[in-house]
């Protein structure tokens, strides 16, 4: 069974950091899209980064500057380093690995307050 398993998320104060981890089991990770998504209270989940196979990255315009994914392929991981954190990215934020199937991870909260 595929499994997608984040940590790293918690409290920060704004303008703070912090550094999510997803570990993927049981998929052919390198051969994968994959991404985080985050989804607030009362709000759709949204795209927050994303990183190809190739190692190509798309941001969403909110995070640009201040958040960076990246991936190891070696430890069937990917991350998303957070800087200078706001309230507004307070969320669940969730793991997706894409390809010919798409998974999801549990989810891991971020909040972001003094």
């Known amino acids: 069974q595929v499994r997608l398993v984040e940590s790293g998320g918690g409290l920060a104060q704004p303008g703070g950091s912090l550094r999510l981890s997803c570990a993927a089991s049981?998929?052919?990770?390198?051969?994968?899209?994959m991404a985080w998504y985050r989804q607030a209270p009362g709000k759709q989940r949204e795209l927050v980064a994303r990183?190809?196979?190739?190692?190509?990255?798309n941001y969403a315009d909110s995070v640009k500057g201040r958040f960076t994914i990246s991936r190891d392929n070696a430890k069937n991981t990917v991350y998303l380093q957070m800087n200078n954190l706001k309230p507004e990215d307070t969320a669940v934020y969730y793991c997706n690995a894409n390809s010919v199937n798409d998974y999801w991870g549990q989810g891991t909260q971020v909040t972001v307050s003094s």
């Open positions: 049981r998929i052919s990770f390198s051969f994968y899209t």
């Open positions: 990183i190809t196979s190739g190692h190509v990255t």
